[in-house]
């Protein structure tokens, strides 16, 4: 079974860094695509950045240039950096494993940008 387990999470001021970490097991990281989700209070749930399983990395605007996604296949983890944070970037951030008929979600992990 399938299991993505998300961490590092917290509270962080405007400018701050996070970095997040989402431990897969049951499955590798690197035979499909990961993404990064987040869903803010009241929002719909947004595609953050996916990292293909070559390698290659997209981001949606509001984060480019400021988020990193990696991988790391022998720790079978997918991170998002997360720089110059702002408060708007507060939301419940999950990760997923893009399947072709089925996705894998984690529980998501809570960042709250805040003074």
């Known amino acids: 079974q399938v299991q993505l387990v998300e961490s590092g999470g917290g509270l962080v001021q405007p400018g701050g860094s996070l970095r997040l970490s989402c431990v897969a097991s049951?499955?590798?990281?690197?035979?499909?695509?990961m993404s990064w989700h987040r869903q803010a209070p009241g929002k719909q749930r947004e595609l953050v950045a996916t990292?293909?399983?070559?390698?290659?990395?997209n981001y949606a605007d509001s984060v480019k240039g400021r988020f990193i996604i990696s991988r790391d296949n022998a720790k079978n983890t997918v991170y998002l950096q997360l720089n110059s944070l702002k408060p708007e970037d507060t939301a419940v951030y999950y990760c997923?494993?893009?399947?072709?008929?089925?996705?894998?979600w984690g529980q998501g992990t809570q960042v709250t940008v805040s003074s």
């Open positions: 997923k494993q893009v399947r072709p008929f089925y996705n894998y």
């Open positions: 990292i293909t399983t070559g390698g290659n990395t």
């Open positions: 049951g499955s590798s990281v690197s035979i499909y695509p």
